[in-house]
């Protein structure tokens, strides 16, 4: 079985790293936080009744 020539690992070790970070940008920019919206009287008021830990 012949061997691969070093350049070929370089490439294919390049060609597998661009894929990787590719992948990992186009899901980092994909996904999308749905934060719960805030009604305007509630985000001024300081209570802390949505910080309480059920535990």
């Known amino acids: 079985m012949p061997q691969m020539a ?3 690992w370089l490439l294919l070790f390049i060609i597998f790293s661009l894929t990787f970070i590719l992948f990992n940008i186009l899901n ?3 996904f999308f936080n749905n934060m719960p919206k805030i009604p305007q009287a509630q985000s001024t008021d300081t209570s802390t ?3 309480n830990w059920k535990w």
């Open 6 to 8: 070093p350049i070929s």
């Open 28 to 30: 980092y920019y994909n």
């Open 49 to 51: 009744s949505a910080l």
